[in-house]
């Protein structure tokens, strides 16, 4: 588990950030969807790796708050926290929506790397933060603006899916797809292990917290309605 002070090095892209550091030992590298608490002061911030190279840690962070739009150059890091997205099958469509691109792109790697095909479909709410893609190692295969929504690109055939983005985006992907794949929530975080139930969210098996039990959960294990 790392634990440890990072110098950051940041690339601002508007309304995006992408920030790296490493590298890091092979031990504490993680798989796509885990993440890294960010420890700055008396705050923690939860944060998805995007990609790697040569064990460096690759970040995209959406600029939503105070932190998030002046990420300090250095912080304490600790990780990787998490359950991750399990081993997929062929075919697979992944589906993404704002900041929940970066787990998203991180799972289109190891998949890249595998050689297994796949469909990646992302959504953006302004045509600027398409600079991002620029950054990435692998591309979405089709890409929506506002207020075309992603949920619009989507066959009509039910697939397999794996998914991250805003929960009316998960709710959509749900009400045309059903259950059959994965998601990855977002909701906020105050220890990224489990000790301060501050993440819990409804399933079919009582509450369970985000940091712990997830982020990454089977779509049928939630409670859609009380999201």
Not at 5 to 21: A, I, N, P, Q
Request: aromatic letters at 12%.
């Amino acid at each position: 588990m790392l634990n440890e002070t990072f110098k950051l090095e940041k690339t601002d892209l508007g309304h995006y950030v992408v920030v790296s550091f490493g590298p890091v030992a092979e031990e504490n590298l993680p798989q796509p969807g885990q993440f890294y608490m960010f420890y700055k002061e008396y705050v923690k911030k939860p944060f998805s790796v995007a990609f790697l190279k040569e064990n460096r840690l690759f970040f995209i962070i959406k600029k939503v708050g105070p932190f998030t739009s002046s990420i300090p150059d250095e912080v304490r890091v600790e990780g990787p926290y998490g359950k991750p997205f399990p081993a997929v099958v062929t075919n697979t469509f992944l589906i993404s929506g704002g900041a929940g691109i970066a787990p998203i792109c991180f799972l289109a790697e190891k998949l890249t790397e595998q050689n297994l095909p796949f469909t990646w479909l992302h959504g953006e709410s302004k045509a600027e933060n398409l600079t991002l893609l620029d950054y990435l190692p692998v591309k979405p295969n089709k890409v929506s603006v506002e207020p075309t929504l992603v949920t619009d690109l989507l066959p009509k055939e039910a697939q397999f899916y794996c998914a991250c983005g805003p929960k009316p985006m998960l709710k959509g992907l749900h009400s045309k797809w059903g259950t059959n794949g994965f998601v990855s929530l977002e909701e906020r975080m105050s220890c990224g292990f489990g000790a301060c139930y501050g993440c819990v969210i409804p399933t079919t098996s009582g509450y369970q917290r985000v940091c712990k039990e997830g982020p990454v959960f089977e779509a049928g294990e939630l409670l859609w309605q009380e999201l």
